[in-house]
């Protein structure tokens, strides 16, 4: 059996929404220093929907198809929704992850989640939770 699912192998090969909004509506960066996985997540916000999202991901395989996977599934979506991704909804999206390599799901989470609170700074809203 392979380590990393076709969905992975796809995501890390032909990886979706790389690379970088100018003026995004929200940026989130965060960082796992155990394994150096660096994940910068941006997004244009309007109408409180995520017209567009891009990512830049230094890391492992797993963490750019985390990146890519997860940027699929909010592209489009209001900001409340993309809110409630959890990282369990990427791996599931990818088809799992070896066990070790799920805390890059859990990183494409908590990117998402900084780059929404970021817009949320920006325009002096305040997250409805």
Aim: aromatic residues 6%; hydrophobic residues 40%; charged residues 25%.
């Amino acid at each position: 059996m392979a380590l990393y699912s076709e969905k992975v192998m796809d995501h890390f090969r032909n990886p979706r929404n790389v690379g970088s909004i100018e003026n995004a509506s929200g940026v989130g960066e965060v960082g796992n220093a155990k394994c150096g996985d660096i994940m910068k997540i941006y997004l244009k916000i309007e109408d409180d929907i995520i017209t567009d999202v891009k990512f830049e991901t230094f890391g492992c395989g797993s963490a750019i198809a985390s990146s890519s996977m997860a940027t699929e599934l909010i592209k489009g979506k209001p900001v409340s929704e993309a809110l409630e991704l959890s990282n369990k909804a990427v791996v599931e999206a990818l088809d799992g992850l070896p066990a070790h390599k799920v805390h890059c799901s859990v990183l494409a989470e908590e990117a998402i989640k900084a780059a929404i609170e970021d817009y949320y700074e920006k325009t002096g809203q305040t997250a409805n939770q």
